[in-house]
């Protein structure tokens, strides 16, 4: 089955060349010149992967990727952008975001880049029931709906981005984990923004996980994190 593209970008050469040459490369794209269009689209259907530009007219990037998560929370997404500066990066990778291409770009980079997020944010249809849930302590993870449960507490609803990342603490706890690794298993990549970018996820777990007194994550200085899990039950994880 093809997996389903949402390409926002404004400039029309541009997105016509993008649909053209992704649909060339066997993909269902569904273009939108602009946020409106985009939102109602997301209202309508289900996408694999969103492209999102920057620079759009009305609603920005940033602003509508906030509004997709909350019609499509699993979707994963990547920015396109003519800007390069470092904060317009780290603004969307704390939104979530799975990857951030500047314009130009070569098109067989970005069908890689979107093929390498799709493969890791995918999901097996066919899990049994029991394998969806990963439960420490009073908190409950569903890998299926990508919602964090705690008694009394609202629940918590992460990105694409988070899941894999706390999919990658939960499967290694009670180990030092270096940074190097954890960006090349999650990012695939490793640059000092992605850096910054792993400190602001550890800190939005360390207040998820505030009220847990069986989970902590510990800073290692100069190596990375240790995911410290006490009287860890066996709670086996697959994808």
Not at 20 to 45: I, R
Not at 47 to 72: C, E, W
């Amino acid at each position: 089955m093809k997996k389903h593209v949402l390409l926002i970008e404004d400039e029309t050469d541009l997105g016509n060349m993008v649909l053209q040459y992704l649909t060339l490369c066997n993909f269902a794209v569904s273009l939108a010149p602009d946020a409106t269009v985009a939102l109602q689209q997301a209202t309508e259907q289900h996408f694999d992967i969103a492209l999102i530009d920057v620079n759009l007219p009305g609603m920005d990037g940033f602003s509508l990727a906030r509004q997709l998560q909350l019609l499509q929370p699993e979707l994963p997404f990547l920015f396109l952008t003519a800007r390069n500066q470092k904060q317009d990066r780290l603004t969307g990778l704390q939104l979530g975001a799975d990857d951030y291409i500047v314009k130009p770009f070569d098109a067989e980079e970005l069908v890689l880049r979107m093929n390498n997020i799709i493969r890791r944010s995918g999901k097996a249809p066919d899990a049994p029931a029991e394998d969806k849930l990963i439960a420490i302590g009073h908190t409950t993870y569903n890998k299926d709906t990508y919602i964090l449960q705690a008694p009394d507490e609202d629940d918590i609803q992460l990105t694409a981005r988070e899941h894999d990342l706390l999919l990658y603490f939960f499967r290694h706890p009670n180990k030092v984990l270096n940074r190097d690794d954890i960006l090349a298993a999650v990012w695939g990549s490793n640059d000092y923004v992605l850096r910054r970018s792993l400190d602001v996820f550890v800190s939005r777990f360390r207040k998820y996980f505030a009220k847990n007194p069986l989970v902590e994550i510990k800073n290692v200085y100069g190596v990375g994190f240790l995911f410290h899990i006490r009287q860890q039950r066996e709670n086996p994880i697959s994808n």
